[in-house]
């Protein structure tokens, strides 16, 4: 028998091409473990409860120049906060939908993109980068302490006396409106429309 010797460059191709691909795998089950987790937890049971007040917090601006924190302050106008971290394509996707949404709420509402992600992943994601609203870095206990929320994106809806009306992971446009709805649903007099 012949011993068959292959060349070193094809046989270290062959397993960083299965080291690549198993690390595709991986990412690909990681973000089908979230859509499930977002599906089987749901606004239902997760995130502040509606019907409480929203607690206020400290972010710091990072797209709109201010130079120190600035104190989230649920009270007044109409709020919309969304907690979302600039590595999740969820994310990336909720705040394009977002975008489109925004001619349709009132100018006086109140629409804050928190995230606990550091400012090189912020600047690093151009759907971030890129927002016309307000994008704020908080402590992570901010969304998991204050809001009781560990899934992202989730929105929270908030009225003008800062008790929250709506929520919901917010994956697209639809499930944008859906909160915004939510908020119609309730009593009061919603500030805005989502036509």
């Known amino acids: 028998?012949?011993?068959?010797?292959?060349?070193?460059?094809?046989?270290?191709?062959?397993?960083?091409?299965?080291?690549?691909?198993?690390?595709?795998?991986?990412?690909?089950?990681?973000?089908?473990?979230?859509?499930?987790?977002?599906?089987?937890?749901?606004?239902?049971?997760?995130?502040?409860?509606?019907?409480?007040?929203?607690?206020?917090?400290?972010?710091?601006?990072?797209?709109?120049?201010?130079?120190?924190?600035?104190?989230?302050?649920?009270?007044?106008?109409?709020?919309?906060?969304?907690?979302?971290d600039p590595g999740?394509?969820?994310?990336?996707?909720?705040?394009?939908?977002?975008?489109?949404?925004?001619?349709?709420?009132?100018?006086?509402?109140?629409v804050l993109v928190a995230t606990s992600a550091e400012s090189a992943l912020i600047a690093a994601s151009d759907a971030f980068r890129h927002a016309s609203v307000e994008i704020g870095r908080v402590a992570a206990s901010v969304s998991t302490r204050l809001y009781s929320t560990s899934i992202t994106p989730f929105a929270f809806l908030i009225d003008p006396e800062g008790v929250t009306r709506a929520k919901g992971a917010v994956t697209d446009e639809s499930s944008l409106r859906k909160v915004v709805r939510q908020g119609d649903q309730k009593p009061v007099n919603v500030a805005f429309t989502v036509s």
């Open 88 to 110: 999740c394509v969820s994310c990336q996707q909720a705040l394009l939908a977002l975008e489109r949404l925004l001619p349709h709420f009132t100018p006086s509402m109140q």
């Open 1 to 84: 028998m012949a011993d068959i010797t292959l060349p070193v460059w094809l046989f270290v191709s062959q397993w960083v091409l299965l080291f690549a691909l198993g690390f595709l795998i991986i990412m690909m089950y990681r973000q089908v473990a979230y859509l499930e987790q977002v599906k089987d937890h749901g606004a239902e049971r997760n995130g502040l409860p509606v019907g409480e007040k929203a607690p206020s917090f400290d972010y710091t601006p990072v797209n709109r120049g201010a130079s120190g924190p600035v104190r989230f302050l649920p009270e007044g106008k109409w709020s919309l906060l969304i907690f979302a």
